[in-house]
């Protein structure tokens, strides 16, 4: 029960607290997806997103992962000795969260409304939402729900789509229009494909010769060539996801940049990055 009144279902050991009426969120192509430890690119990945942050940023801290997937970032916040509630409102996404955490006590694995997260105020040293804020038709309703989360001196680290053009926004959008409507096996089916051309196209090249000079710079602007180390089964659940998932918004430097300004943070920082596409990774303090 909640301090408010009201019950929420625990069901395979996971909170299920929705808002009343609120739907599940979307399926996922990485409900089934697990992911090796041993190999150092989860891990590296996890750090890319979250920098300037550092391992020992995450120690002794109470971080919420705003949209977890499938885990993968809350494992390495936990292992850095954060305890982290690990929110999705997908029930693929947190099954498969809690599976990949399971063992690891500082992990609290909740089905949840990231607009309307069930966590008093003021209580997070630090939120961290990576992926997600390009998908949803209000991300600053979002944001100023998980800034209401942090504790004053908190930090909201933030990873998200920058604007796609040219060929890449006509390809997007070719391959979004062809999946329209899809049911889930035959968006699967599609998603394998797409796959194997990546392999052959994309991934095998950039392996092969990425770190020959001049050529190794020139494979780097391939569609998604760094995923090349990750499992075939990763690669098809991640486009599956870019296909089923709508992209609805894309960040600016400077948007992002406005919005923590106007937000009263402090100690702002936004890095673009360039791997494929544009992307951008921010982070600020509350005041």
């Not at 801290?61 to 977890?68: F, I, P, S, Y």
């Not at 305890?83 to 999705?88: F, M, P, Q, T």
């Not at 000079?213 to 180390?229: E, F, I, M, T």
Request: with cysteine; net charge negative.
């Amino acid at each position: 029960m909640c301090s408010c009144g009201a019950v929420y279902p625990i069901r395979d050991g996971i909170p299920r607290m929705l808002p009343a009426g609120a739907p599940s969120g979307p399926a996922t192509g990485h409900r089934w997806t697990g992911f090796d430890t041993a190999i150092p690119e989860w891990e590296e990945n996890f750090r890319d997103f979250s920098s300037p942050l550092k391992p020992a940023d995450f120690l002794g801290k109470l971080v919420m992962d705003a949209g977890c997937g499938f885990g993968r970032h809350a494992f390495f916040a936990a292992r850095y000795g954060a305890e982290v509630i690990a929110l999705d409102s997908s029930e693929d996404a947190v099954e498969a969260a809690a599976r990949n955490t399971e063992g690891l006590q500082r992990v609290h694995v909740i089905q949840g409304d990231i607009s309307r997260p069930p966590i008093r105020d003021s209580l997070c040293d630090l939120v961290y939402c990576y992926g997600v804020l390009h998908h949803v038709d209000e991300p600053e309703e979002i944001l100023g729900s998980l800034t209401e989360c942090l504790r004053p001196g908190g930090q909201l680290s933030l990873w998200v789509y920058g604007p796609r053009q040219g060929a890449t926004l006509m390809v997007n959008n070719a391959l979004r229009g062809v999946t329209t409507g899809l049911e889930h096996d035959e968006l699967l089916k599609f998603s394998r494909a797409i796959a194997r051309t990546l392999r052959i196209f994309s991934h095998t090249p950039y392996r092969w010769f990425g770190s020959v000079p001049v050529v190794g710079a020139v494979l780097s602007h391939l569609p998604v060539h760094d995923h090349h180390k990750w499992p075939f089964d990763v690669v098809v659940a991640d486009v599956y996801d870019r296909l089923k998932i709508p992209v609805k918004h894309w960040f600016t430097r400077e948007e992002l940049e406005a919005w923590y300004s106007d937000h009263g943070f402090a100690d702002v920082h936004v890095s673009r990055r360039v791997r494929n596409n544009e992307t951008f990774r921010s982070i600020g303090a509350r005041r």
